[in-house]
Every structure is written in C-alpha cells, then in structure tokens.
C-alpha cells in the first residue's frame, strides 16, 4: 500500500481568503507601529509586551478563526498530513490524525518552558471584546501585572520565531511520518521553515521521492523531484 505524506502550507489554505505568510498580502509582512512581524511574533515579545504581541496575534489570526476548510482541505481528509498552517482547517475538513506543527490557532495551553509537555485546551475567542482589547485578552490568557506568568498565564498555541519543534507541536511523530514516507507532496510552501528542509534532508538520505505543488514552485536539490505548476486546486483537480 502507498504511503504518501502530504506537507502543507499557507498557499493550501489561501482560496478560502486567509493570507499567506509571505505573500504581499501576508501575516509577516503586517507589523505594528513599532515592531516588524518577525519582532512581533515572539516568545520574547509575548513575555515582555504581551499587549502588543496579543493584540497583533488576535488582528492578524484570530480574526480568521471562524473560515471554513475548502476542497483541498476535504481532499485531505483521509491523508497522511503535516501541516504548517494554525487555522485549524484540516481538522474541520475531518482529518482526525495529522499534525499541525507550527500549533492551532483555536487552542492555548498554559505558557510553561519549552520541552514540557502541557495540555492543549480551546481559546475562547468568541470572548474577546474588542472595545476593551487588551483587558480582554489579558482575562482569557490570564494575565496580571501586566506579565504573563509562568504555569499561570495561557500562551496562544503556536510556534513562534524563537521556539523550537517539541513533542508538544509532534515533532517526533512528524519525524516518523517522514522516515516511513514512501512519497512526500509538498503543496502551497515556500519551503522556508525548518520542517520542510528536515524533510527534504530525510527524502534525500532515504531516496523518497518527492512532487512540489505550487504556482511558482521553489526548486529544490533533490535527484527524483516531479514540478506541479499549479494551485493546490488545480493538483486536487488532476488527481481527480
């Protein structure tokens, strides 16, 4: 039987109108007044100005929370699936077992050191009152003095700039799905985060081969790689 892993990113989700990351229209490209995306999306900024780093978290992801999954979303419902987007939308789709590796904009978990294992609850978004944003924030991640609070506070749950893969995002699971991968189809990535260069490095040492899916594929070095340039849309489409 096959076994094809399937790694996503934003371009996947980006019909159903959620920006891309480095797109003209993308997260990383929206700063604040004073900070550039890359400063804002921090561990380091949520632990010393977390009323920034919430407000621009909340205005640039949350407010997407309530998008619905697309057809490709449904088409991957039943695959093998790592995904680098937060929105949730695979999950929605059906996909009851893949790994969001970069977190899930609809949960939280306690903010703890990096390592530990903590458990995943829902954010209750639909709390938050934008005339009085920061105070609303600060109630739902359980924020006093001004600073979050090891253990006590809530962190949104994704992987911010200066953190690292941990078990708690899957990353050993990931690595397995790779290593037992007869195939990965990378779909809508740029192929700038470290997950997509661990599993190019394992396709490489193992001889998996490899399909890049995207308008603009990005080339990569890899003697048995198949181009499709083509919108996720278009790959679902073909494959029928």
Not at 1 to 28: C, H, K, Q
Not at 169 to 182: C, F, H, K, S
Request: hydrophobic residues 35%.
């Amino acid at each position: 039987m096959s076994n094809t892993l399937y790694i996503t990113g934003a371009g996947v989700s980006a019909a159903g109108g959620i920006p891309t990351f480095r797109g003209e229209d993308g997260y990383w490209r929206i700063g604040s007044k004073n900070y550039t995306p890359m400063e804002m999306a921090t561990r380091h900024m949520y632990q010393n100005c977390p009323e920034q780093f919430l407000a621009w978290y909340y205005h640039r992801f949350a407010t997407y929370r309530d998008h619905g999954p697309n057809e490709v979303h449904h088409w991957l419902a039943d695959k093998n699936l790592i995904t680098q987007n937060i929105d949730g939308l695979d999950g929605k789709a059906g996909n009851q077992d893949y790994i969001a590796i970069h977190g899930r904009l609809d949960q939280m978990t306690q903010f703890h050191e990096q390592g530990d294992l903590v458990e995943k609850i829902t954010t209750p978004w639909n709390d938050v009152d934008e005339s009085h944003l920061t105070e609303s924030l600060f109630e739902i991640f359980a924020i006093d003095n001004g600073a979050p609070a090891m253990y006590r506070s809530y962190k949104p749950f994704v992987l911010l700039f200066d953190e690292y893969y941990t078990d708690l995002y899957g990353i050993t699971a990931a690595q397995q799905r790779m290593l037992e991968a007869d195939k990965m189809v990378f779909m809508g990535t740029s192929f700038s985060v470290n997950i997509t260069q661990m599993a190019l490095d394992i396709a490489r040492s193992m001889a998996i081969p490899i399909e890049v899916v995207d308008p603009e594929p990005t080339h990569v070095l890899h003697p048995d790689v198949s181009y499709h340039k083509m919108t996720a849309h278009e790959y679902v489409h073909m494959k029928g």
